[in-house]
């Protein structure tokens, strides 16, 4: 099928290259020309693994194009929007002005039979007043809801092997070109559900708001068995053998961040209060609040292993993207901490295998480096914040060789406290005695 897919950033640029991995001729538009200009040549403007194969591949092929001008996705049979619709600075709601502009600059040029397939998180209700424009504007088209639930890091394997695919529809019509998309998935058997735009739209923020729930919930108990001595990894793991609880989704320690969960969460309760209904998801201010206090919590442990006060001590920050094999660093708990010690005049030294470039635009008052042990060595304090594997496996006895003072917090709970306290570590996890 033709397809094109507006908006190439985290998600439109694997969606549209998994789409032409499949087989479909495929245009990525966006107004970025950087960006576009990157992809078309074959290089993918961020770090996902994965996509640089199939990009490549693709492009190669010359069944995926890109460019800057909306006039080159007219001949597409399927349009999927993927713009940001990030948050409102002053309302916590999602901001739908890149949503808007899309659809306008695509309406003319949408030919007889076009689908247009909103795959952005967006407000429950805008579905339906993008479908009234559309047959306002260009009756000849038609309108599903189709949202995305690809986790960075593992995005490829999850739009090419989605665990089920949503279609908020106004009639058969647009269900039966989204099987065509999806041919492949669909033939494997993944499941499929076919309902309305607003279930559509809700299922997606529910998701959401359920996986932080899940996360800030362990992260609560983290807090309740730092007053008790309790350790809420062996809780963590006791209560997720309960296969109705289930063990994923319930790592404590830092808490959420990324460019999804946080705003996600925040669009979903600011767009129940409109309803009329904002004690139903009252408890998602509560689930933000949790995970905001686990940030600060690893702020007071670095300021009380430092015996008072961070100032001028030399912290070694290991991590800044929001979770290991991704380089995003939007509303990174990592970057957060590092700001923060950074603010109470500690000499902070970050390192992350990816993440470095993005969170040099948006702090670029903090060091970094990009070797490990360079962050490492003649640190007063370690601060462990994304779980990158090569983090997760520092041997402690030669880590302790670089530091000048053996000292770690675990902020993910991903290193083993008995191993690092044999080799002379002082070792505090979150929720752990
Ligand atoms: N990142 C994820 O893992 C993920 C997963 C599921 C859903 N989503 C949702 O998908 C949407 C996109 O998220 P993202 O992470 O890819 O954001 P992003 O910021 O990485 O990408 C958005 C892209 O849209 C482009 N854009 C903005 N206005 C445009 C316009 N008028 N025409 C063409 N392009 C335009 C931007 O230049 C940018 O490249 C959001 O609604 C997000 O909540 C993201
Ligand atoms: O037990 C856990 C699991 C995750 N996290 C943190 O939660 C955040 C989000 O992780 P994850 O959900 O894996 O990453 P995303 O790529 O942001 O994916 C989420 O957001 C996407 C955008 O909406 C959805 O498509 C995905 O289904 C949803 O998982 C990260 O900071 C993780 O470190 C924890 O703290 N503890």
Request: proline share 5%.
């Given at each position: 099928m033709r397809i094109s897919v507006i908006g190439c950033g985290y998600l439109g640029a694997v969606h549209a290259s998994a789409m032409a991995e499949l087989g479909h001729d495929v245009i990525g538009i966006d107004v970025d020309e950087h960006k576009i200009g990157e992809l078309a040549s074959g290089r993918p403007p961020f770090f996902e693994p994965g996509l640089p194969e199939i990009l490549t591949s693709a492009t190669a092929s010359g069944r995926l194009r890109f460019s800057?001008?909306?006039?080159?996705?007219?001949?597409?049979d399927v349009h999927f929007v993927a713009v940001g619709t990030p948050q409102?600075?002053?309302?916590?709601?999602?901001?739908?002005r890149f949503v808007d502009a899309a659809f306008e600059a695509l309406i003319p040029h949408l030919a007889e039979g076009a689908l247009v397939v909103g795959k952005s998180t967006v407000p429950v209700g805008t579905a339906a007043r993008l479908a009234a424009r559309i047959a306002d504007a260009a009756p000849h088209a038609t309108l599903a809801w189709n949202p995305e639930f690809l986790r960075e890091g593992f995005a490829v394997k999850d739009t090419i092997e989605p665990d089920r695919l949503v279609y908020g529809v106004g009639d058969d019509h647009a269900a039966s070109v989204l099987d065509r998309v999806y041919h492949a998935a669909i033939e494997a058997g993944t499941p499929r559900i076919v309902t309305d735009y607003a279930t559509a739209e809700l299922v997606k923020v529910a998701a959401n708001a359920f996986l932080a729930t899940k996360i800030s919930f362990i992260n609560a108990m983290a807090e309740i068995a730092e007053v008790t001595g309790a350790d809420v990894t062996q809780l963590a793991d006791a209560i997720g053998h309960d296969a109705r609880i289930g063990?994923?989704?319930?790592n404590a320690g830092v808490g959420f961040g990324g460019g999804c969960l946080p705003k996600d969460i925040r669009a979903f309760a600011a767009r129940a209060e409109e309803l009329g209904?904002?004690?139903?998801?009252?408890?998602l201010r509560e689930i933000d609040a949790i995970n905001l206090r686990r940030r600060q919590r690893v702020v007071d442990l670095a300021i009380e292993a430092l015996g008072g006060s961070v100032n001028e001590r030399k912290v070694a920050v290991l991590g800044?993207?929001?979770?290991?094999?991704?380089?995003d660093v939007r509303d990174s708990p990592a970057l957060d901490v590092a700001v923060q010690l950074k603010g109470l005049g500690a000499h902070v030294v970050a390192t992350d295998p990816q993440g470095i470039e993005n969170a040099r635009v948006r702090h670029p008052q903090l060091e970094y480096v990009t070797s490990t042990e360079d962050a490492l060595r003649e640190a007063e304090l370690v601060v462990l914040v994304t779980e990158w594997s090569e983090y997760r496996s520092l041997d402690p006895v030669a880590t302790a060789q670089l530091v000048s003072s053996t000292s770690i917090i675990d902020g993910r709970n991903v290193l083993d406290p008995a191993a690092w306290r044999a080799a002379g570590w002082a070792y505090q996890g979150l929720g752990r005695p």
């Open positions: 800057t001008d909306m006039a080159d996705a007219a001949d597409a409102s600075p002053d309302t916590n709601a999602a901001d739908l063990r994923r989704f319930l209904r904002g004690e139903s998801v009252g408890f800044v993207s929001f979770k290991p094999d991704s380089d």
